[in-house]
């Protein structure tokens, strides 16, 4: 099949998927696609042992010739950043803005080293030692939390606008950062002329601040060209422009695409739109990227599910798999609740305000699309034959499928209590 086709069937395997998760009243919808997908792969590789893996041959075949990585991190990545932080609204933003940036910088540094001494010694415990530089490579895609994940569940169960706005606000930050530090880290960990300190820095700085300040001049770039624009179909796909071409000269300018994608989405959704439609128009622009967001969301998770196909489970590597888990939700908890024992020296927040970003703190399609562009051929523990890129996807699905799959569908609780307790303080008020 081409990858058209492919795309195709896929797209329409994800609107039924959507359809039927729909009738699904107990689960949120992105939670019920994953699970779906998880068990339609399950169902191909039974029939595949069956039927002497006809099946299952070909539709890894077909799945691989998507190349995942290059239709998140290249395609989807800029549409579903610039809609999700279209919707943040700056008032709200501008209040939480240092706790935002705090727990998007600060707090994924924290996590990475956690996460990656923690992996670096429980290795050698273990018996299957890592170099250190691949440790924190982990540790440096698998801290970031997904907004794409994050902005499908967490918003749509109603946290206090408080704690929602650090949730989202962080996790549109923070994927940038952690894409910034793990390339950073790669080219570090796999470049053929050495890189000194100031090199890595240099790295991260034009990456991270050219990337916001792009997105500045992406987004005053848009506001001309929409002033020019006489026609309302015309307005909406002037609007496109941003997260496709605009993504694509982030790259090409050496600085990165989220952070320019979610800067520019901002700008655009509360200064930009607001001043160049009326309420009416400005619903429908609202309307038609929430359209393509949830377009593009049923897609991902969808395909999250079918990545099961794709991950080599070797019977040496369920050690790393299982602990996986513990030890990402050790760095999160860390780098949330070290920042917290500073903010709550100067402001009150909510009681639940720390459980509600570890446990909502969830990992998506983004983690498994950095992991799969690990290069491959980095062997480990000498004749075992265990591939590097191999070892981190099989812990980074462990953790991508526990985060949407159990954290998703539990923290309702928390954000349950978090909002009993803030109409108790409104009411004392």
């Not at 240092?98 to 670096?120: D, P």
């Not at 770039?221 to 002033?227: A, H, I, P, Q």
């Not at 369920?318 to 020296?345: D, N, S």
């Not at 983690?367 to 034959?385: D, E, H």
């Amino acid at each position: 099949m081409t990858t058209y086709a492919i795309l195709c069937l896929l797209a329409a395997l994800a609107l039924c998927t959507s359809l039927v998760a729909n009738r699904l009243k107990r689960l949120q919808e992105t939670i019920a696609i994953t699970g779906l997908a998880l068990l339609i792969s399950l169902f191909i590789l039974l029939v595949g042992k069956v039927f002497h893996g006809s099946l299952y041959s070909t539709f890894v075949v077909d799945l691989k010739q998507l190349e995942f990585k290059e239709l998140l991190l290249d395609g989807m990545l800029g549409f579903l950043l610039f809609a999700g932080a279209l919707q943040i609204h700056f008032s709200i933003l501008k209040k939480q803005r240092w706790e935002i940036f705090f727990l998007a910088f600060v707090g994924t540094l924290i996590s990475t080293f956690v996460i990656g001494g923690i992996v670096y010694y429980v290795a050698q415990f273990i018996g299957h030692p890592l170099a250190f530089i691949y440790c924190l490579l982990f540790g440096s895609l698998i801290s970031p939390t997904d907004p794409i994940a994050v902005l499908a569940i967490i918003k749509s169960l109603g946290a206090p606008d408080e704690v929602s706005i650090q949730v989202e606000g962080e996790s549109l930050f923070n994927d940038g950062i952690g894409l910034v530090i793990f390339v950073s880290l790669s080219k570090l960990a796999f470049s053929t002329t050495p890189l000194t300190t100031m090199e890595v820095v240099g790295l991260f700085m034009q990456e991270a601040v050219g990337g916001i300040v792009f997105g500045g001049v992406l987004a005053y770039g848009l506001y001309r060209l929409l002033k020019l624009c006489d026609d309302s179909t015309q307005f909406l796909l002037i609007s496109a422009l941003v997260p496709s071409a605009g993504y694509v000269l982030a790259d090409m300018l050496g600085v990165s695409g989220p952070l320019a994608m979610v800067s520019a989405g901002i700008i655009v959704g509360n200064f930009v739109v607001p001043k160049l439609t009326d309420e009416t128009s400005s619903e429908v622009f609202e309307h038609f990227w929430l359209l393509i967001e949830s377009f593009l969301n049923s897609l991902l998770f969808l395909l999250l599910g079918l990545l099961l196909l794709l991950v080599e489970f070797d019977k040496q590597l369920w050690w790393f798999m299982l602990l996986a888990v513990p030890i990402v939700l050790v760095g999160r908890t860390c780098g949330v609740y070290i920042p917290y024992f500073f903010f709550r020296r100067f402001k009150k927040y909510n009681s639940y305000a720390e459980r509600i970003l570890v446990w909502g703190g969830l990992r998506g399609g983004l983690a498994f699309a950095m992991a799969m562009s690990l290069p491959t051929g980095v062997m480990l523990w000498g004749s075992a034959n265990i591939d590097l890129r191999e070892l981190i996807m099989v812990m980074t699905y462990a953790v991508v499928l526990f985060s949407i799959l159990v954290q998703g569908s539990t923290v309702t609780g928390f954000i349950n209590k978090s909002n009993e307790e803030d109409a108790r303080t409104k009411s004392q008020q």
